[in-house]
């Protein structure tokens, strides 16, 4: 069917599909997600040509959704003659970039952009942007600096890889601030992205099914600062040696932070004294925070770094106290879900690569029952065997690569089971489990064999200790 028809071939809930106008400009979105139909819409607020191509199928929401924005789309598979035509091609984050249509897109001179690049392009001149990623706690981190800039009631929108589409951001009236949650994928495509607050929360092994090494997936992360300048700011964990090792590249202010108390405090950053959180700003503008609600190194790191990138906005440090102190953190990510006959049951399904597991069993006190397992990512296990030893005392392994998973654990653990859903998990270490034990969802892995996500992974954890 030829895109320019659609309208007259689809009819859901009696929506019109009105005629988009013939503008110049054409923007090709290749992909059909969150991402790619948000900035679609995006266009068609800027009054361009757009046409979108999913190779699969549309959620209902989004196809209703470009129907009423009369933006032209295709579903089951991309069509390189109507994709060529366009001026630019916004490309969805988990297309890679491998993929014959993209070699062919780019063999024509077209230029691709991810969709925060978009964004960027079109956001308003004098709002600020701050943009935060690492292999683990961007989300964290991003939605507590969300949590400081609501309750300072400043005038913000929060978005990007953390579930609401970079483009939407712009569909309202304009903020004075843009937060984005951005991942690898994302950065691959940003020739002038450049965020006035960068954050990188920390580089280890992840997606190396995608990248070639753990030195291309760094310079993936590092395109958050590529475009900076001495005026902007980048935060960054000062304890990760790969990120230490790229600071030669980093043109922006410097901001390190530290999770203990470091040699030679720094000028500007933040760190760790006396069980104290101090923050330092430009002007030795000094902060301290005594109380924090969420235990565990990781946690800590998120807290400076929201914390550092609120002052660096100006948001009162009565307010970024007020904000941490009572912050009770996110679903899925380390979340107690109750305790029966004295063994904890903890829900950390976006634990999806070894450094995020390591956090979590670290922050476990006593003896865990460990539930691992789903798609491996390229996982090198070894970084555990140490804690696993001391800390672990059962491993219930759950999910497609079990083999590995049983190659590296199984001779260092008392008891090693293999189970097939989720309900057999919880069961089968609940028995295993006594009195002052814990068991955890920390699987390490991806989340698509036995499930939609990691979001469906958590609530069927949560759905089956519930039923103990």
Known sequence: MDFRDFSSHFNINNIEAPMIMNELFQLGILGGGESGVAAALLGKKKKINVFLSEKGKLTQLHRIELIKAGI????????????????????????????????NIRKAGIPIWSDIEWFFRNKPEKSKVIAITGTNGKTSTTTLIGKILSENKSNFRLGGN??????????????????LEVSSFQLENCPTFRPNIAVITNITNDHLDRYNSIEDYAKAKFKITTNQNKDD?????????IIKSRLNSVNASLYPIYTSTPINAPNQGAFIEDSHL??????????TIEDLALQGKHNTYNALAAGLSARLLNVRSEMVRESLADFEGLEHRMENIGTIHGIQFI???KATNVNSTYYALESINGKSIWIVGGVDKGNDYSELFGLVEKKVKAIVAIGTDVSKIRNAFAESV???????????????????????????L?????????FQNYQDRGNQFKSAVRKL
Request: hydrophobic share 40%; charged share 20%; with cysteine.
């Open 72 to 103: 032209y789309f295709e579903e089951g598979g991309h069509t390189l003659d109507k994709l060529i035509n366009s001026d630019a091609i916004i490309k969805s984050p988990g297309i890679s970039s491998n993929i014959s249509i993209i070699q």
């Open 162 to 179: 953390i579930g609401i589409g970079a483009g939407r951001l712009l569909l309202g009236d304009p903020a004075d601030v843009y937060v």
């Open 233 to 241: 700011s980048f935060l960054f964990y000062a304890e990760d040696k």
């Open 278 to 287: 101090i923050m330092i700003t430009k002007n030795n503008d000094i902060m």
């Open 347 to 349: 829900n950390d399904s």
């Open 414 to 440: 008392e008891h090693f089971a293999e189970v097939e859903n989720m309900d057999d998990a919880v069961k089968t270490s609940y028995q295993l489990a006594t009195k002052g034990e814990t068991v955890i």
């Open 442 to 450: 920390s699987p390490c892995c991806a989340s698509f064999d036995l």
